[in-house]
């Protein structure tokens, strides 16, 4: 099985050099809206971070989401 989405937040964060803090304030600036580190991490923890976040986190982060087909199912 993968990373979930806070583990694999986690990593990348660590790989870019960046704090949870950093990307709370980067989030506020892109959304619009209040986000701390608390209550980003409480959504990461839970597993209840809307898509349409991860996709601007990984933005943020220099990343973007990709789906690719599995070749092998079916």
Do not use: C, W
């Amino acid at each position: 099985m993968g990373l979930f989405a806070r583990e694999q937040v986690k990593v990348l964060l660590a790989q870019e050099v960046m704090t949870l803090k950093d990307l709370a304030n980067a989030l506020s600036k892109e959304l619009g809206k209040k986000y701390t580190p608390d209550n980003l991490s409480h959504k990461l923890r839970k597993g209840s971070i809307p898509y349409n976040e991860m996709v601007i986190i990984a933005k943020i982060l220099g990343y973007k989401i990709k789906f690719e087909k599995e070749n092998n199912l079916f």
